[in-house]
């Protein structure tokens, strides 16, 4: 059997773990909202009639911080439709998904949701069809006290206190012909920073993020972010970034290596953002905000949005509910290891979405909530990464893909938490048929106790988890692990996540 060898030391530090890191996503899109978070006539469902049993489960999940309302839904939302009385909002056409929005759930709902939660809000504002004066609106109804006309309309609506809202998206993907508002760089540049400025006059410590590419192969891709970046450097805090990964043509050694394509986006923007930065002589740095990113089989989306007709409207359709396998758990489990490593200038990300579309958490009308495969490998970053992200050095086999090259078969983060004696080391083994030895040299702690040891494989890929049979993909013990003198010895299965929680 093959081995890989890890070297840790604590005083290689790549930056502390942003809690941030561990985000999600809610979008009107689907049923995530409507049937998702939100459902009255639930058995569960409390006095907002929100789902206990998701609530539930988001806070077993780790969420930190969510984005709200969108994704595309934002770029066509009058913000205002989903305030006041139920009954005397509008019910509007959504164009972004070809649905009927109610208006039941709007913005004081989320943030009510948040609050029982515990998760911060990310706001969205709506660049596509409107401007500066209501994202100013937006602001003052959310985060303005008393005494003016829409933080007192806040209050009339039951909201007596601010939302204090430190977090905003400057749009959503307006880079992308099929958005609604869709602009050029210049154009929206403009745009971002002149709603940036109005809105640190009113309030200089918000945390702003400008919209980056919306997928790395946009062939605007870069040369957006860098005109972007010209006309906002000095007013925002982030430039966005947002990934989707799926299976293409039975290339599982290709999909697993998903994360190559991660790291890569992230060093290109991170390069572009510093060009900018010695271009205009700034001390500053941008930092990236990745807002979107899953495995989603978007072919099924395109189809379905191809086939719409005039007629075709409904409220909450089923979209792009993801049956998820072993195999996109561990492509997430990837991904995350790609997010902590570059902690350092990915200080925000947020999953897309949190529940039903494309989401780690699925539940039924009436019915049941239970967790997908990619729930587990969210849950056990958000529960054991602390403290720092350390340098590590890997040394690993390689294996061919038809996308990426060569690839090592195996991929590990480090963090540590020097207050509370925590170590924590996550990998995959991303080699689609081998099996590999893991050794974990631990020489730097030496007392180091081991306390626990997950896999999450199966002999079956393709397997997933069911109303029926919730839990058949989960972690469990690993039984092939030995923590002998100062190496942690362990056998990881192919197509594996993997974790190890040590006491230093």
């Not at 515990?118 to 969205?124: C, D, N, Q």
């Not at 106790?449 to 690993?478: I, M, Y």
Request: hydrophobic letters at 40%.
């Amino acid at each position: 059997m093959r081995t890989a060898s890890l070297s840790i030391d604590p005083t290689f530090v790549v930056a502390p773990v942003n809690r941030r890191t561990f985000g999600s996503f809610v979008e009107h899109m689907g049923r995530c909202v409507y049937t998702g978070i939100y459902e009255p006539d639930h058995p569960s469902a409390d006095e907002d009639g929100l789902r206990t049993d998701v609530l539930d489960l988001v806070r077993e999940l780790g969420v930190t911080v969510v984005r709200y309302p969108g994704g595309n839904f934002v770029s066509g939302y009058r913000w205002e439709d989903g305030v006041g009385p139920v009954e005397d909002r509008p019910t509007r056409l959504d164009s972004a998904w070809h649905t009927i929005e109610t208006n039941a759930f709007g913005l004081n709902e989320f943030t009510r949701w948040a609050h029982k939660a515990g998760v911060e809000t990310m706001m969205a504002m709506n660049l596509g069809t409107r401007g500066v004066q209501e994202a100013l609106d937006l602001f003052e109804y959310c985060n303005h006290p008393s005494g003016t006309a829409l933080s007192d309309l806040r209050i009339s609506h039951g909201v007596k206190d601010p939302h204090d809202i430190q977090l905003w998206c400057l749009g959503n993907e307006l880079d992308g012909p099929w958005q609604l508002g869709h602009k050029t760089a210049q154009e929206y540049g403009r745009l971002a920073a002149e709603t940036a400025s109005a809105l640190r006059q009113r309030d200089p410590s918000l945390q702003l993020i400008a919209c980056g590419s919306s997928h790395r192969q946009m062939p605007t891709f870069a040369a957006w972010e860098a005109t972007v970046l010209e006309h906002t450097y000095d007013q925002v805090d982030f430039i966005s970034a947002h990934a989707y990964y799926q299976l293409e043509n039975d290339d599982l050694a290709s999909f697993l290596a998903s994360s190559r394509d991660m790291d890569d986006f992230v060093n290109e923007v991170v390069a572009t953002a510093d060009h900018i930065r010695a271009k205009l002589r700034r001390s500053k740095r941008i930092n990236i905000s990745f807002d979107e990113w899953n495995v989603w089989y978007r072919e099924e989306s395109r189809q379905l949005r191809a086939s719409w007709s005039a007629e075709d409207w409904e409220v909450a359709p089923r979209l792009s509910e993801e049956p998820y396998t072993v195999a996109d758990a561990v492509v997430v489990g990837s991904l995350l290891l790609s997010l902590l490593r570059h902690s350092d200038r990915v200080t925000v990300a947020c999953q897309a979405q949190l529940v039903n579309t494309i989401g780690s958490i699925r539940c039924e009308p009436g019915g049941p909530a239970w967790r997908q495969s990619i729930f587990h490998p969210f849950a056990q970053a958000a529960r054991l990464a602390q403290g720092q992200v350390l340098h590590t050095a890997l040394s690993a086999p390689a294996h061919d893909t038809a996308r990426y090259g060569q690839v090592p078969s195996i991929d590990a983060v480090v963090t540590h938490d020097a207050e509370t004696g925590q170590l924590a080391v996550l990998a995959v083994n991303r080699h689609p048929g081998e099996e590999l030895t893991l050794e974990i040299d631990l020489r730097a702690f030496p007392a180091a106790r081991l306390t626990e040891a997950s896999v999450l494989a199966d002999d079956d890929w393709r397997a997933t988890n069911t109303q029926q049979d919730p839990d058949r993909v989960s972690p469990r013990p690993n039984p092939q692990v030995q923590l002998e003198d100062t190496t942690l010895r362990a056998v990881l299965p192919a197509v594996s996540w993997n974790v190890f929680h040590l006491e230093v």
